[in-house]
């Protein structure tokens, strides 16, 4: 149990560090939560601090949960007595894997750094899933790209991707007989919906109608700096 908690600990502690808040107040001396939609999160970062800023605490991001899942997880194991799977049916590994990413995604959501004030959680949780199966999140991945190119919505794309992630997960392992642990689809589908939850502004800004749309594929320079340049 001990290693278990250290391990959950950890992954907090690193999903918790709000890569897109230091950005801006590091190195633009803003904080990224007073401008544009005001969530912490990379899809804002592209946004106010441009392309370069955007590409990093986007990859940031995803590397902390694949890191929690690959890595840390691993920890557990020489750590006391080493984890045990809470009944019997549940393997180990599998519980691992669950708890280690669930805890990188609620740390970038809830950051204790920031006063618990996070970002949604999409490319977290891309980036643990893709350390748990990858290739029901490189599907949604695809979905997301597809949904965002065509119609210029972030937001729509991460949640479009979400919700089909699930689906993805239940027809490798019931239409093509993948080794896909039970629980690992039940706590994924979890943190899918806990996306899509936390997209909830923007699900009622595009019922709306007045949601942001990217105006161009360019590399953007941010709104910051083309204020400077102008100022």
């Excluded at 912490?40 to 970062?45: E, L, Q, V």
């Excluded at 009944?87 to 894997?97: K, Q």
């Excluded at 479009?160 to 993805?168: C, D, H, Q, R, V």
Aim: glycine share 12%.
């Amino acid at each position: 149990m001990l290693s278990l908690l250290v391990v959950v600990l950890l992954c907090y502690l690193i999903g918790a560090i709000p890569s897109s808040l230091w950005m801006g107040k590091i190195f633009y001396k803003v904080d990224i939560r007073e401008h544009g939609s005001g969530n912490a999160g990379a899809t804002n970062t592209f946004r106010i601090l441009g392309w370069k800023a955007g590409t990093i605490v986007l990859l940031f991001d995803f590397g902390k949960g694949l890191f929690c899942t690959t890595v840390i997880s691993g920890l557990a194991w020489y750590i006391g007595d080493g984890p045990v799977s809470f009944y019997a049916n549940w393997e180990v590994e599998s519980m691992l894997l669950i708890f280690s990413g669930i805890a990188a995604v609620i740390g970038h959501m809830f950051p204790v750094y920031a006063n618990f004030s996070g970002g949604k959680g999409a490319a977290t949780a891309c980036g643990m899933l893709y350390g748990i199966e990858p290739v029901s999140i490189s599907i949604s991945l695809a979905l997301f790209l597809i949904v965002m190119f065509t119609t210029r919505y972030v937001s729509l794309g991460s949640i479009t991707g979400a919700l089909i992630y699930p689906f993805s997960q239940l027809t490798l392992r019931y239409g093509l007989d993948w080794d896909i642990d039970g629980s690992i689809i039940l706590f994924t589908s979890i943190i899918a919906a806990a996306i899509v939850f936390k997209h909830k502004g923007n699900i009622k800004r595009l019922l709306e109608g007045t949601e942001n749309r990217i105006q161009s594929f360019k590399p953007s320079k941010g709104r910051i700096n083309e204020e400077h340049s102008t100022a």
